[in-house]
């Protein structure tokens, strides 16, 4: 089985669930994953290999925060024209790869390929909708249509969230499979006996931390007024910090000597930056991109065991009210935290409910669907 994952990120960044899924298929699955180029990142526009994973950067732009690019794309001829490019491009990497052939299964994420895609033969055609593409800034106007194409055009759709599936099947997208988010959960479980980081030992108790990307879904408001109720604990924070959001965790740093920023970790530590929190919370704002999203955080806490504290951010968090601590708003967020603080959660049934969702499992759901499209073509 030849796979090729068209992706909005790129292959040698945090393990997502691009990778985390990638990396579990059979053995014998030859993959190859088409990155994003980033600007001050490395960029290979030549095919390198890490493992069996065969991985390049294509220059396909998923937004624009640039008016001079949004503006010039807002044309159609000029849409055309870089998409013809961009076809060829793709075809010469694949050409240099061994994918050309139609013996191919696309596994897509990153919705500007919608238009060059129809023009490619392949076996089957899944997308891994993981989030509301049109919710993040900058997205241009016509990125609607490439969503809708997509997500009609393909042979399955997975989603993330129960959210999503009816937005999905609002669009008239048919054969749509809820696959949510996982967790490497023998990798997380394991440090809920590890020695507690260097960097933690010496923090006021009690600690409330988070572990994740700081970007523009992160509540820093909420996060300013959880510090200033726990003055005598430690906030923690743990992640890759994106764009205008440096500016606003320098400022909060500089104004709560509370807040500590740990910066970015390697995967396989996390699980231990977990285990040294009192409290694990998931302070991100309640709009429409975090109603459809599926946030892997949740069952890194839960693979540990941790008292989680989250805002109410989907209708999907009501079946996890016996086992987290729910918020409705930012008052109910500090009772949710006083009380974990106390009550501490039953570890064990937070265990079973991440052992459930596992990335293992959540690639035999792919591996299935996929090897049912093919068989069934």
């Known amino acids: 089985m030849k796979i090729v994952c068209f992706s909005e990120i790129q292959w040698l960044y945090v393990r997502t669930r691009k990778q985390q899924i990638l990396s579990r298929f059979p053995d014998d ?10 600007k001050g990142k490395r960029n290979n526009f030549l095919p390198e290999r890490d493992g069996r994973i ?57 919705i500007y390929y919608a238009a060059v895609l129809p ?53 008239g997208t048919a054969n749509i499979l809820h696959i949510g988010n996982g967790v490497d959960y023998d990798l997380f479980n394991a440090a809920s006996d590890a020695a507690t980081p260097d960097d933690m030992c010496d923090l006021a108790k009690p600690v409330i931390g988070y572990i994740g990307a700081i970007a523009q879904w992160f509540d820093f408001d909420l996060l300013d007024f959880i510090a200033a109720s726990f003055d005598d604990g430690s906030i923690v924070l743990v992640g890759p910090v994106y764009g205008d959001r440096k500016d606003d965790m320098r400022r909060i740093a500089d104004r709560r000597r509370n807040v500590h920023y740990l910066g970015i970790k390697p995967y396989d530590r996390l699980g231990a930056y977990i285990a040294a929190m009192d409290v694990c919370m998931i302070p991100l704002k309640v709009n429409e991109l975090m109603r459809l999203a599926d946030p892997n955080k949740l069952y890194e806490y839960a693979a540990v065991g941790k008292p989680i504290v989250t805002m109410k951010y989907s209708g999907d968090m009501e079946e996890l009210a016996d086992i987290v601590y729910l918020a409705d708003d930012r008052d109910g967020f500090i009772a949710n935290i006083r009380r974990a603080v106390a009550e501490g959660a039953d570890a064990e049934k937070l265990k079973e409910y991440a052992k459930a969702r596992s990335w293992d499992r959540r690639a035999e759901e792919m591996v299935s669907l996929i090897e049912d499209l093919v068989g069934g073509g």
């Open 119 to 171: 023009f490619m033969p392949r076996s089957a055609m899944v997308y891994d909708c993981n989030d509301d593409p049109l919710c993040f800034p900058d997205v241009p106007v016509w990125a609607g249509g490439y969503f809708r194409k997509l997500a009609l055009s393909a042979d399955a759709v997975t989603a993330v969230s129960g959210g999503l599936v009816e937005k999905l099947e609002d669009m």
């Open 29 to 38: 699955w030859e993959i190859l994953f088409l990155s994003s180029v980033v």
């Open 54 to 110: 065969i991985h390049v950067c294509i220059p396909v732009l998923k937004n624009f925060p640039q008016r001079s690019l949004r503006a010039i794309f807002s044309f159609p001829p000029f849409r055309l024209l870089w998409n013809v490019l961009l076809f060829l491009w793709i075809n010469t990497v694949f050409l240099l790869t061994g994918f050309l052939k139609k013996d191919r299964v696309f596994y897509v994420s990153n």
